[in-house]
């Protein structure tokens, strides 16, 4: 039998929603100093070649930070509140009826 995760409980959902967020707000303006710093060496050592390239480098440098961020807080947080022990794998028990 699983058991419940700590997600059912609102209290505890609303303070783990707020930290994911809270990880999510700190990365976007990392991206955006990540994203203006690149920027910078960019027209540092190539000036202003065109403003096709500095969109697709903003927008590709960003939108690689932030799945990146999102997908790995939710790991976080899917493990830190223990939803992942809640789950009931009928498969694992099969393979290794000990563990």
Known sequence: MSQPSRLDDPLYA???????WRLMRAMGLFT??????TLSILYYLHGWV???????TAG?????????AALMGLVFLSSGTGHDESIDDKAFKDI???G
Do not use: K, N, Q
């Open 14 to 20: 609303s303070i783990a929603w707020s930290r994911y």
């Open 32 to 37: 955006l100093f990540c994203v203006v710093v």
């Open 50 to 56: 065109s403003i096709h390239m500095y969109i697709a």
């Open 60 to 68: 590709g440098i960003a939108f690689a930070l932030m799945l990146t």
């Open 96 to 98: 290794f009826p000990d």
